[in-house]
T-cell receptor, first 113, second 112 residues
Framework: ETGVTQTPRHLVMGMTNKKSLKCEQHLGHNAMYWYKQSAKKPLELMFVYSLEERVENNSVPSRFSPECPNSSHLFLHLHTLQPEDSALYLC????????????FGPGTRLTVT | GENVEQHPSTLSVQEGDSAVIKCTYS??????FPWYKQELGKGPQLIID?????GEKKDQRIAVTLNKTAKHFSLHITETQPEDSAVYFC???????????FGKGTHLIIQP
């Protein structure tokens, strides 16, 4: 166990649904990240938060909306997704920005039908 | 931005033999190079990392080497065991960057 948990582990949703992914870290870290992992592609950084403030958004479509209410929790709100958004969504945390060691959760396997 | 290339995409070795996975990076300012292991149904797990002020680092059966001039780094696993079977990712980062740039991964298969 890395100290980073994600729920749900699996999610199937239609293109008109709204759902949210949740991440929680129990490591006392101050930075949290969302990554997308698609088949045969490198992990793609989506969002970075430090002390609940978003510091990076890698040109992610607006149908993905992150929220970080405190340094232990990170959400990814999903709406009007496309089938190509089906992927494994990974959350990670690190002690702080610039502290490079990142610890990943198990991911949420998302299928958009 | 940074680009990380990883080879091979699949590597099959006999149990007990050594495995080597290689990565190259494009940004000479990158100074941190972690390796992650991902087992089926799990998130990536950090197994070893190296910073640019070091040429080699070893932890039991795994080692990482870094050649800054050539901008490549490698993961070496000796005396491979069945539990080493997984997908391995290399990554690169630099001061001021907040996320990691990953390679595409290597599926390592340990043949009994």
């Amino acid at each position: 166990e890395t100290g980073v948990t994600q729920t749900p582990r699996h999610l199937v949703m239609g293109m008109t649904n709204k759902k949210s992914l949740k991440c929680e870290q129990h490591l006392g870290h101050n930075a949290m990240y969302w990554y997308k992992q698609s088949a045969k592609k490198p992990l793609e950084l989506m969002f970075v938060y430090s002390l609940e403030e978003r510091v990076e958004n890698n040109s992610v479509p607006s149908r993905f909306s992150p929220e970080c209410p405190n340094s232990s929790h990170l959400f990814l709100h999903l709406h009007t997704l496309q089938p190509e958004d089906s992927a494994l969504y990974l959350c990670a945390s690190s002690q702080a920005l610039g502290k490079y060691e990142q610890y990943f959760g198990p991911g949420t396997r998302l299928t958009v039908t | 931005g940074e680009n990380v290339e990883q080879h091979p995409s699949t590597l099959s070795v006999q149990e007990g033999d050594s495995a080597v996975i290689k990565c190259t990076y494009s940004d000479s300012a990158s100074n941190y190079f972690p390796w992650y292991k991902q087992e089926l149904g799990k998130g990536p797990q950090l197994i070893i990392d190296i910073r640019s002020n070091v040429g080699e680092k070893k932890d039991q059966r795994i080692a990482v080497t870094l050649n800054k001039t050539a901008k490549h780094f490698s993961l070496h696993i000796t005396e491979t065991q069945p539990e080493d079977s997984a997908v391995y990712f290399c990554a690169a980062s630099k001061r001021g960057a907040d996320g990691l740039t990953f390679g595409k991964g290597t599926h390592l298969i340990i043949q009994p």
